[in-house]
């Protein structure tokens, strides 16, 4: 206990000195954040609720206390958070689909022991569970990637107030290009960092690399990589459509007034 409240107390002191009014909300949004997961937890358990239609409206909790709180109402942030949000959509309708061929719901047999002085009748919908449990993995990078990309269309635009739409959309891309090898990695390495100790359990149980790969418990993880890659790669044209569209919009009524 006291050494999460030391390193809290030095990540706070961090952020304050080097973001100001801006880190410390960050560090507030974390908790925030974190109060969110802890209440879709709780509606969850109730039998009668869809946990895929809470996963939604947290993600848009999620969204908007990382935009909205820490970098204020405005257009990049808007933007943003409308790109998240329909990238969530698109990438459900996709999650769905994969959740059921793949079988992923459910414990694995790495589990079993564990679980077996516990009731199995836990009545909720182990397949939207997994479903939920990929969409709040990527919700994180999506809201990430997306304001990394209208924050500089927003810039660009400010010092070219000329430039065409195709031309604010074409420059989204190309930071977008910069932005995704670096993110698909990021996530890539964190998943399987906390899953590191799972490696060297099946490297120990002498499993084989067909029986790693057919393992629910990495397959799972695996596609929760993939997915959030997914998300990330869709994330950059639907951000800068929306932002060239916007900003360009947004420019020609002024033109109108």
């Keep these: 206990m006291n050494v ?11 952020m304050i000195m080097i973001g100001g009014k801006k880190g410390a909300r960050s ?9 969110v997961l802890v209440l879709t937890i709780f509606f969850m358990l109730d039998p009668n609720a869809d946990p895929v239609v809470i996963t939604l409206i947290a993600c848009a909790a999620i ?9 204020e109402v405005n257009i990049k942030t808007t933007t943003a958070f409308i790109s998240s949000i329909i990238t969530v959509i698109i990438l459900l309708l996709f999650i769905v689909i994969v959740t059921k061929k793949a079988m992923i719901q459910g414990f694995s047999e790495e589990e079993s022991e564990e679980l077996s002085i516990y009731s199995l009748y836990i009545g ?39 430039i065409s739409r195709k031309s604010l959309f074409m420059s989204g891309l190309s930071i977008g290009k910069d932005i995704l090898g670096t993110s698909a990695n990021t996530l890539f390495f964190a998943f ?16 084989s690399t067909g029986a790693i790969v057919n393992s629910k418990v990495f397959s799972a993880e695996m596609i929760t990589i993939l997915c959030a890659g997914i ?11 929306i932002t060239a569209y916007l900003l360009v919009k947004g420019r020609e009524k002024s033109k109108e007034t």
């Design 124 to 162: 909720v919908d182990l397949v939207k569970i997994g479903t939920s449990v990929i969409i709040m993995s990527t919700i994180g990078a999506i809201t990430d990637i997306a304001i990394s990309i209208t924050s500089p269309m927003r810039e660009i635009f400010h010092h070219n107030p000329t």
């Design 192 to 207: 399987f960092g906390g899953y590191m100790g799972l490696l060297i359990w099946f490297k120990d149980l002498s499993y």
């Design 231 to 241: 998300g990330v790669a869709l994330t950059i044209p639907i951000s800068s459509g």
């Design 4 to 14: 999460l409240v030391t390193l809290s107390i030095i990540l706070f002191l961090l």
């Design 27 to 35: 560090f507030i949004a974390l908790f925030l954040n974190f109060s």
């Design 63 to 71: 969204s908007c206390i990382s935009l909205f709180y820490i970098n």
